[in-house]
């Protein structure tokens, strides 16, 4: 009984068409940030847009869990965008799912 309550708030998660929805919008500007990225190689601040994609994971898991001050990803090494990429997707497939609920809660409270 236990383990399927404990099921029911992951489930309600991968459910979410509202978290995927924004999870295909992230992923899909990514790569359309890092093909736009690639041209302007080199040039002073070319990686910003990703880096501002990727706040949650500079903050989260550079700057609180690996506490390196100076943590940051580069479009010159793409592999270390792989788990930038999975951690905001996460990142934005709970909010989405949070801002889910909290509307069908709102919604189901003035419905009676």
Request: net charge positive; hydrophobic share 55%.
């Amino acid at each position: 009984m236990e383990a399927r309550r404990a099921a029911r708030p992951v489930k309600r998660i991968l459910r979410s068409k509202l978290g995927w929805a924004l999870v295909v919008i992230y992923v899909v500007a990514f790569i359309a940030v890092y093909y736009d990225v690639q041209e302007h190689r080199g040039t002073f601040l070319y990686d910003i847009w990703l880096d501002l994609l990727a706040v949650p994971y500079i903050l989260i898991v550079g700057r609180l869990l690996l506490g390196q001050p100076t943590f940051e990803v580069h479009a010159h090494e793409p592999w270390g965008l792989v788990p930038a990429v999975i951690f905001c997707s996460a990142f934005v497939l709970l909010v989405g799912a949070g801002l889910e609920h909290a509307v069908r809660g709102v919604l189901k409270k003035l419905r009676g």
